[in-house]
């Protein structure tokens, strides 16, 4: 089970930047991108991941802009979600409560958050989370009825050095593949209106 930057259960399946396919089994540094990484635990700054899904593009938007759906065991579900002063409170049945802040959205092409705790708003002040920049792109390609999805988790290379951040970061790196090829099975066997 991968987790998120701030040890949340975190799963996707797709193809990396490079177009090579990824496999929920296999974690490896494929699809990874990045700046120079941080001398303290020489992580690259980023994970970057894609996938084409063949479902309408208004689908897919309404799952991208749900905070947390990437929060599961490798299939999409309903999540209580509560926000307050743009921060908001997803809540799945299995792994608890994550505080997740929306930064910026563009309607149908862009969104990207930023993990603010961990379940249940746990905090380890000994060995913080590393606070992510997760965003998605979404581009859709008329002839074919398919939708591209990036998603790229930034910051790495600033996170605090520790076994944690280490793990997490070896975590996303097989998660992003299980959590988007979650999402492509979900909205593909959604039925169109």
Known sequence: ????????????????????????????PAGVTGGPASAQHSLPDSIERSISIAAPAERVWALLIRPGWW??????????????R????????EYGTFRIEQVDRR??????YRWISGPDGAQDES????QTLVEFFMSSDGADGEVTVRVVESGWAAAPASDR?????????????????????????APTR
């Open 107 to 112: 309607e149908n092409e862009y969104v990207s």
């Open 71 to 84: 929060i599961n065991d490798g299939a999409i579900r309903d999540h209580q979600i509560v926000v307050e």
């Open 86 to 93: 743009g921060v908001a409170s997803v809540t799945d049945t």
């Open 1 to 28: 089970m991968a987790t998120d930057s701030t040890g949340s259960p975190d799963s996707a399946g797709s193809t990396d930047s490079a177009g090579s396919a990824g496999s929920a089994g296999s974690a490896g």
């Open 127 to 130: 060995d913080p989370p590393a």
């Open 165 to 189: 951040v280490r793990s997490d970061y070896r975590a996303n790196e097989k998660g992003w593949d299980e959590e988007l090829s979650a999402a492509r099975r979900h909205l593909e066997a």
